[in-house]
């Protein structure tokens, strides 16, 4: 039996054999692309990750935001915290009791 027949046999005729082949190279070239390309499982699985990081990164500046805005709110007149007071005029003016000594690190 040679191997034209064997073909013959399988496919019937050229042109189905034309047609397998064309659709194994789409099935490759498809899959290929799902995989690896612009917008396949490996970018999104490394886009997923980037978006992770991203939104602890989010919560994290919102904590030292809200943290921020609380301080804000203790220095304003109508409830100014005078612990608070005190400790920002020796921390940032250097200001202290006649006994302390003052150390700017």
Same mark, same amino acid.
């Given at each position: 039996? %040679?191997?034209?027949?064997? &073909?013959?046999?399988? *496919?019937? #005729?050229? +042109?189905? =054999?034309?047609? *397998?082949?064309? &659709?194994? %190279?789409?099935?490759?070239? =498809? #899959?290929?692309?799902?995989? *690896?390309?612009?917008?396949? /499982?490996?970018?999104? =699985?490394?886009?997923?990750?980037? +978006?992770? @990081?991203? @939104?602890?990164?989010?919560?994290? &500046?919102?904590?030292?935001? $809200? /943290?921020?805005?609380?301080?804000?709110?203790?220095?304003?007149?109508? #409830? +100014?915290? +005078?612990?608070?007071?005190?400790?920002?005029?020796?921390?940032?003016?250097?200001?202290? $009791?006649?006994?302390?000594?003052?150390?700017? =690190?």
């Amino acid at each position: 039996m %040679s191997r034209g027949t064997k &073909l013959q046999k399988i *496919f019937g #005729s050229k +042109l189905n =054999f034309v047609i *397998f082949c064309c &659709l194994i %190279s789409a099935i490759m070239y =498809f #899959s290929y692309f799902a995989i *690896f390309g612009n917008k396949g /499982a490996l970018n999104y =699985f490394k886009i997923r990750q980037e +978006l992770n @990081q991203k @939104q602890e990164t989010r919560l994290e &500046l919102e904590t030292n935001l $809200k /943290a921020k805005q609380e301080k804000i709110n203790k220095m304003q007149p109508e #409830s +100014l915290d +005078l612990d608070l007071l005190d400790e920002q005029t020796r921390k940032n003016l250097g200001h202290g $009791k006649e006994n302390e000594v003052v150390v700017p =690190f």
